[in-house]
């Protein structure tokens, strides 16, 4: 349950009204993650700003993309985003049983391939630890341009944060 109302569309804050408007026609809906914030213009304009770079603006493949923040939303817990990022996931064409693997035991396992068992020991460390080790950025660079080391940092981050929010305001899966 959600410990803060839902800003429903119509009931956002100024400055909201936007970025809900572009939401509802790119995803079809406004995430509730997006109606937590939207009782507040700068912070629905900051998330809406995440979600389009997110979404539509970064150049590693998809598949990178959703196992670095699945890997994320795993580690944390974060049944919300596991709801979203799933399907995602499979989109970008990550099987079951890669899904299964991602956090804590996905750099070990044989269902990924090099680079993105370093994408999600980097995922894995970064949200444990805030900072992934030496030895996890080089195993990057071994695999990705500086580009795509940044984009993959942007989305862990992007990840630990709109889980953080979700988790602390009591986000609920859309019906």
Partial sequence: MARIP????GQEAQGATH??????????????????????????QGIGTLLDIYFGQLSITDRVREIAYLTVARLNGCDYCQGHHVPAARQAGLLDMQIEDLGEDGFDSGEFSEPERAVIRFAYETTRDVKASDEAVEELKTHFSDAAIAEITFVVASGNFIQRVGKNLGVELES
């Fill in 19 to 44: 970025v809900y408007q572009q939401l509802e026609q790119g995803m079809g809906l406004v995430p509730n993650v997006v109606k937590l914030l939207g009782h507040s213009g700068p912070a629905t």
């Fill in 6 to 9: 839902y800003a429903e569309k």
